[in-house]
């Protein structure tokens, strides 16, 4: 049996279209979110509320101290996973010439905000930061950060800290159970993954006196911050950007 | 045969110098012992057999933290059944081998790999807690 070429060609087409069909239909028939992420935890801040406590920096410092943060003397070489900043600052589409008096100046506790659309993780150019499956965190792998700082331009609200300068000798105290970072390395709010892990809420949820910081699952209906976040208007941190930011604020 | 003396004392001289670090380490005390480690307690039972964590104990920390930092698997089981936290800190140095200076430092000094980049960032608890004992009344309490 002899085949000229435009049998042959027709012949190959043919399979490679039936393969590809295949392909298709297994992906367009594919669910859309993912179904392994049976979490997606998040939080909802009572500005308000935090307020009432005026000069109240315990979540900070629970946060820094679990966590070993460093405070270097030089305002350059900070590091920080939570703290405060101005309303107008950290929502710069809100504030208008006549933004409400009582907002202004008003500080606002920002750390992570765990989108589902993380610039952050587009840009890293070695996975050392990605965003779990399961839950939706933000997550870092220090031992895997090159330190080439992309994270940190990346991020539209400021979150990640780049350590300048070795860490260590700028710790107020020791937590022995979490480790330090090295110089060269970026940090951030990891949610309080290893807490999590055991069952506790993050570290600044706990040491709120107001309870101002609600944190929960927004895939079970019945949780704190899905209750919270029928019932009351919330903001988040510049929406238009599209990262899907997961820290609610009520204002 | 005139030279004799010149050559029996070159060659007594030759066989001095070549021996001398024997004799060096002989005056110092030093031997070819391996290093005096302490060991844990006999009836503790590490996550793999004694000769298996001699020789590849790095393996199985980049096994664990690989697990534990990317797939979120804290609970390891060993090869005797038992189930480990998978954690430097938390598990090997807080439950078995508190003394680091005497275990991990005395063999790594003896063998000449000198101190691995695991402690820039991770802690050893005891002397951690040690030097900075006020900051530990309510960190510590951690299962």
């Known amino acids: ?251 | 045969m005139r030279d004799q003396p010149i050559i029996f004392a070159g060659l007594a001289l030759f066989l001095g110098l070549i021996t001398f670090p024997f004799w060096f380490n002989l005056a110092r005390g030093q031997t070819a012992r391996g290093p005096d480690i302490q060991r844990p307690g006999a009836q503790l039972q590490c996550a793999a057999p004694t000769d298996y964590m001699r020789t590849s104990h790095m393996e199985l920390l980049i096994q664990w933290r690989d697990q534990v930092v990317r797939r979120n698997l804290r609970r390891v089981t060993a090869f005797n059944g038992k189930v480990f936290t998978a954690s430097l800190t938390n598990t090997c140095l807080a439950q078995c081998h508190t003394n680091k200076a005497q275990f991990c430092d005395r063999c790594h000094n003896y063998s000449g790999v000198g101190t691995p980049y695991c402690w820039d960032c991770h802690n050893e608890p005891r002397a951690a807690r040690a030097s900075l004992a006020p900051a530990f009344t309510d960190l510590g309490s951690q299962p």
Request: glycine share 6%; aromatic share 8%; proline share 8%.
């Open chain 1, 1 to 251: 049996m002899s085949t000229d070429r435009r049998a042959f060609l027709t012949l190959a087409g043919g399979c490679a279209l039936a393969l590809a069909g295949r392909a298709a239909r297994q992906a367009l028939a594919a669910p859309q979110s993912s179904p392994a992420q049976s979490r997606r935890w998040a939080m909802v801040i009572d500005a308000q509320k935090c307020l009432q406590q005026e000069g109240c920096r315990k979540c900070v410092q629970a946060c820094h101290q679990a966590h070993n943060v460093p405070a270097p003397a030089e305002p350059r070489h900070e590091v920080k996973w939570i703290w405060k900043e101005a309303f107008e600052h950290a929502f710069p589409s809100e504030a208008g010439e006549h933004l409400r008096e009582s907002l202004r100046g008003n500080p606002v506790l920002v750390f992570c905000n765990h989108c589902d659309q993380p610039p952050c993780v587009r840009v890293c150019p070695t996975q050392a930061t990605w965003k779990r499956a399961e839950d939706g965190l933000v997550m870092m792998d220090w031992h895997r950060c090159i330190g080439c700082r992309y994270c940190v331009a990346a991020c539209p609200y400021g979150s990640r800290s780049f350590n300048w300068v070795d860490p260590r000798p700028h710790l107020a105290s020791l937590n022995a159970e979490y480790p330090t970072r090295t110089k060269g390395v970026v940090e951030k709010c990891t949610f309080c993954e290893e807490r999590l892990e055991q069952g506790r809420p993050p570290a600044c949820v706990e040491a709120c006196p107001k309870k101002a910081l609600v944190f929960g699952d927004l895939r079970d209906p019945a949780s704190e911050v899905r209750r919270l976040l029928r019932a009351r208007y919330t903001l988040r941190r510049k929406p238009e950007l599209g990262t899907q930011p997961q820290i609610y604020y009520i204002v």
